[in-house]
């Protein structure tokens, strides 16, 4: 267990719509980053997050955004979805910058959209 | 072009016997080097994390060198077990100022059959 905990775990829905992936990081820790690994895929890096302020920006679409919260918690709210948005998104988190801290992933959220 | 590339992309081993599985990198300025375990539909787990001056380190049956000059890695496994079948990622982090990323290798796929 790694301690990044990340819900839903499974989303199904339909292209256009909307949905909201949650991420609560490890105790303590101040970074949370967001990936995309579609089928057969690399991850791609999406967006980071340190204490609450956009760190580092990836190949995240503009239907995509992204949010931390006081709590250090973060959400990842897909638009307008679309069939090549099915993928599974994960979020890790580090205690400190990217290339010092180690960092930790969470289950995953597996979005299909049919 | 910052880029990692990984091979064999995929491979198939007998439980028991050892493997070698190669990462190349153009990554500048380098910071450090990761190797990653990830398991099916799983969030990946971080085996070992190397730095410019450190050549070889270990993790268990898991052991990684780094050849700094040749922008080279392995990760060597030894005695493999079932439980090894996943896909190992190769991840180069390039620290330019301000600018810190993360660049992934599309992995090696390991299958230990029995």
């Known amino acids: 267990d790694s301690g990044v905990t990340q819900t839903p775990k499974h989303l199904i829905t339909a292209t256009g719509q909307r949905v909201t992936l949650r991420c609560s990081p490890r105790?303590?820790?101040?970074?949370v980053y967001w990936y995309q690994q579609s089928l057969d895929q690399g991850l791609q890096f999406l967006i980071q997050y340190y204490n609450g302020e956009e760190r580092a920006k990836g190949n995240i679409l503009e239907r995509f955004s992204a949010q931390q919260f006081p709590d250090l918690h973060s959400e990842l709210n897909l638009s307008s979805l679309e069939l090549g948005d099915s993928a599974l998104y994960f979020c890790a988190s580090s205690s400190i910058g990217l290339d010092t801290g180690e960092l930790f992933f969470g289950e995953g959220s597996r979005l299909t959209v049919l | 072009k910052n880029q990692v590339e990984q091979s064999p992309q995929s491979l198939i081993i007998l439980e028991g016997k050892n493997c070698t599985l190669q990462?190349?990198?153009?990554?500048?300025?380098?910071?450090?080097l990761r190797w990653y375990k990830q398991d099916t539909g799983r969030g990946p787990v971080s085996l070992t994390i190397?730095?410019?001056s450190e050549n070889t380190k270990s993790n268990g049956r898991y052991t990684a060198t780094l050849d700094a000059d040749t922008k080279q890695s392995s990760l060597h496994i030894t005695a493999s077990q079932l439980s090894d079948s996943a896909s190992y990622i190769c991840?180069?982090?390039?620290?330019?100022?301000?600018?810190?990323?993360?660049?992934w290798g599309l992995g090696t796929s390991l299958a230990v059959n029995p």
């Open positions: 190397m730095t410019f």
């Open positions: 105790s303590g820790d101040l970074s």
């Open positions: 990462c190349n990198y153009t990554v500048s300025p380098f910071s450090n």
């Open positions: 991840v180069v982090s390039s620290n330019a100022g301000n600018n810190r990323k993360l660049i």
